[in-house]
C-alpha cells in the first residue's frame, strides 16, 4: 500500500474545499472543563449552523420539551439570554416548541400511566415550566375527556378492593396522596362501584 493522499475515499463526516483542506461538517466533541459534563462542550466546525441551535436541535430530536426546559437547557451550556431568546423564538415559529401540545400530551401520557386528581396534575405541569394560563387550557382538555370520580375509581380499583370496608380509610389516604379532592373521595367511597 502507497503512502500518499487518499483522494479516492469517502467519508460522510468530512468534506473537501475548493483548496483541497479536509473540513470537518458536524458538531465535534472538545475537551470538558473541570466539572462540566461532557456532552454539554460541543461546538461546531460549520460555518454556517449556529453550535447552540444544533444543541437545542438535538436535545429536541430526543423527546418534546418546553420553552423553559429549553430555555434552562441552552443557559446550562452557556449561551447569553438573547441568544437563546432568538432560538426559542424561531423554534416556535417553526412549530418545534409548542407548550401547549406539549401539555396536553405529557398530561395524557401522565395520566395513562397513573391516575390523580387535579390539584397534583397541576402541580407537576408547573413543574414542568408550563405557565398558568397552558396549565388551566390542558386541565379543562384532559379532564374533559374523563371526569375525576372516574381516575379516582379507576385507581383505587386498582390498589384495593373497594366492596371492603377495611380497606376505605386506606383507600381514601392514597386518593388524597394523589391529589384527589375530598368531594371526589367521599363520593368514590361512598357510591363504591359506581
Known amino acids: 500500500m502507497k503512502n500518499g493522499p487518499m483522494r479516492d475515499v469517502q467519508?460522510?463526516?468530512?468534506?473537501?474545499?475548493?483548496?483541497?483542506?479536509?473540513?470537518?461538517?458536524v458538531a465535534k466533541r472538545i475537551p470538558a472543563p473541570k466539572?462540566?459534563?461532557?456532552?454539554?462542550?460541543l461546538r461546531s466546525l460549520s460555518p454556517v449552523v449556529d453550535p447552540t441551535e444544533q444543541a437545542a436541535l438535538r436535545y429536541l430530536a430526543r423527546r418534546d420539551r418546553t420553552e423553559a426546559q429549553m430555555k434552562a437547557y441552552l443557559t446550562r451550556l452557556g449561551a447569553s439570554s438573547a441568544h437563546v431568546?432568538?432560538?426559542i423564538k424561531r423554534l416556535v415559529e417553526q412549530g418545534?416548541?409548542?407548550?401547549?401540545?406539549?401539555?396536553?400530551?405529557?398530561?395524557?401520557?401522565?395520566?395513562?400511566?397513573?391516575?390523580?386528581?387535579?390539584?397534583?396534575l397541576e402541580a407537576e405541569l408547573i413543574g414542568q415550566g408550563l405557565e398558568r394560563d397552558t396549565v388551566e387550557q390542558t386541565l379543562q382538555?384532559?379532564?374533559?375527556?374523563?371526569?375525576e370520580r372516574e381516575l379516582a375509581l379507576a385507581l383505587l380499583r386498582r390498589k384495593y378492593d373497594v366492596r371492603n370496608p377495611a380497606s376505605r380509610s386506606g383507600g381514601?389516604?392514597?386518593l388524597r396522596r394523589y391529589g384527589f379532592t375530598e368531594e371526589t373521595i367521599?363520593?368514590?367511597l361512598r357510591n363504591g362501584e359506581s
Open 85 to 87: 431568546g432568538s432560538i
Open 186 to 188: 367521599e363520593a368514590v
Open 172 to 174: 381514601a389516604t392514597m
Open 11 to 25: 467519508c460522510p463526516e468530512w468534506s473537501v474545499d475548493n483548496t483541497g483542506v479536509q473540513q470537518n461538517m
Open 96 to 120: 418545534y416548541l409548542n407548550d401547549e401540545r406539549y401539555g396536553f400530551r405529557w398530561a395524557s401520557a401522565r395520566l395513562a400511566r397513573l391516575p390523580m386528581g387535579r390539584e397534583r
Open 141 to 147: 382538555q384532559v379532564y374533559g375527556e374523563r371526569s
Open 35 to 41: 466539572g462540566v459534563p461532557r456532552r454539554q462542550t
